[in-house]
């Protein structure tokens, strides 16, 4: 037993001294960061991080335009710097920052504007070399980054651009795309005064794209884009409007900037549509430390100016560590109750009670001045709105935009409103005037109506009489009118030509064709026969009639009118009818067949057109003891419709099959000689309307045509 426990105290004691040995080892072959210089040589920011050992090469790098870093990942380091974070005054750098993960030291350079940067390795030194911004001449500021110009650029005409593309992305965002004919081309943005300026190093602009685009139209924040050459440069200058925040990439060749709206906010500590926390981030590790402190500790790093009430008391403990300072500041704020009202770069902190109360003080202090106020009159010319209509507006009582000693009138003469209230108000209405008084969106609505008629008739029909006369020159015989005999003696007497009156009452069969729905007169075709003797006659008539007929009528009534304002448009007849009137006596009325467009049209914010439709087709009809009857078609509907854009609103079709047989009994119905026993009568009428309504949003500039 006592040999074990000797075993195992000296295997102990040489586990201890081999991971001595090993942790010295480890030590010793870690690169110890040691000290970091910056400098400014010749316009330019030198920063120096010296090691324990040499470097073996330039470690890898990244670098972020906003915030602008620049980041190095030196492997197997260490740093032996007091604290993790070194403050710089001078030049662009403004702190040196550095992160321990795993075996790996990260370095970072905190500096107030981007550059081109360049490193280099002096045996155990790590130099960064970094540029000045090229747009800090002109007073802007260069965000290059990593499209900055690090290498050297091509020769004059080498390179250019090759074509510009603008796009509207999701919720208004201006997407501006730039091919390249080199994928390595220098770029430099920057922000001009309330422009962005992109410069693209050594390249040329074809003829084609130097020219402005008004891209005003899209509803982004971009107005304008000018694309033209800058010296032995090409540059493009963006000209937007409101509060945008703007990013850029690159994919191979293509080149894209985008600029996104930005809804300001007055109490937001940082402005912008990207999500979460975008402060720059900090560590922070107290135990017990006034509120107040840690107040001015954020002030320190973030160069705002912070006023505390002096109610605001308490401590706190906090850890964090690698956080926005915008999320510490809130997290502090939460958790001690408090809130800020912010004014350009000066930050009001106080409790929430305190600042309710002091802002309900101040509600009551302006509207007790607003009694006191002296009364101002100002007189506002409408162009656009009638006055009256105006006038209904700003003295709703549902819903006053005068104040209480606020009144209006208005001359109609010049279209003029007078209105007398105190200044503040006054303003607020100048701005309403100008929102509302604007001219209105005019339509133009053309309807097509389309009558189409496919008729098709087929009547048959035959007539049959066997007569019987005396023989020529005896005397009395039964007439036959409507033929012509021609009759001769077989024993070589003379020819005698006879025209007997054959008496077509006296047909044993008369079943005639009749006229179609088009009145066509009907086809005849009639022969007789008689004997030697002309003493016998048996008169065959055949009738028959086809018809095929087609039409279309097209009409097309259009009319102009303002946004949500109905009109009407007619054309046609006034028929007279007479009318019996109170006294008994009669009296002369009209009645309308006319062709007539109503609508009643609403523009959407999209660009759509919402219609109240009524299309009247009618004409005279047949004539009547009481007067011309009215055939009438009209569609009543309320549509949607895209500018410009065409929809059938209404249709009716109409087939009319008719067949009809007229015989004699039995003998009508026997194959092939009964067709001269029966008559036969078929009609196919086919008639449609379609109405047919197309929207067109009339543009200021142009008028109807």
Known sequence: MKSLTRWLAVLLSAAIVLGGTAARAQADRDNVLEAVEASVTAGRLVMRARFSQPLKGVPANFSVVQPARIAFDIPDATSDLKGNRQTFTGGDLRSVATTQVGNRLRLVLNLNTFGAYEA???DRVLVVTISPPSGRASGGRS???RFAAATVAPAQGATALRDVAFRRGEGGVARIVIDLSDANMGIDIRTQGTNLVVDFQGAEVPERLRKRLDVTDFGTPVQSISTF????NARMLIEPTGSWEHSAY???RQFVVELKPVVVDPNKLTQGTRGGYTGEKLSLNFQNIDVRSVLNVIADFTDLN???SDTVQGSITLRLKDVPWDQAFDIIMQTRGLDMRKSGNVLWVAPRDELATKEKLELESRAQLSDLEAVRTETFQLNYTKAEGMIKILTDEKQRLLSRRGSAVIDPRTNQIIVQDIPTRLAQLRQIVATLDVPVRQVMIEARI?????????????RLGVNSINPIGGGNGVAISGNSIASSKLSGQLLTTVTPDINTDAMSVNLPATKTTGGAQVGQIAFSLFNAGLTRFLNLELNALESDGKGKIISSPRVVTANQAEASIEQGTELPYQSATSSGATAISFRKAVLSLKVK???TPDGNVIMDVTV???????ATSSGTSIDTKNVVTTVLVENGGTVVIGGIYQQTESSQVNKVPLLGDIPLLGFFFRNTYKQDNKTELLVFITPRIVDERVSMR
């Open 229 to 232: 050459p800058q010296g032995s």
């Open 616 to 622: 009247h087709k009618d004409s005279p009809g047949v």
């Open 143 to 145: 965000e290059a980054g």
């Open 306 to 308: 912070i006023i505390t």
């Open 601 to 603: 049209p609403q523009i």
């Open 450 to 462: 389309v009558e189409a008629s496919d008729n098709f008739g087929r009547t048959l029909g035959a």
């Open 250 to 252: 690159q994919t191979e």
């Open 120 to 122: 280099a390795i002096d």
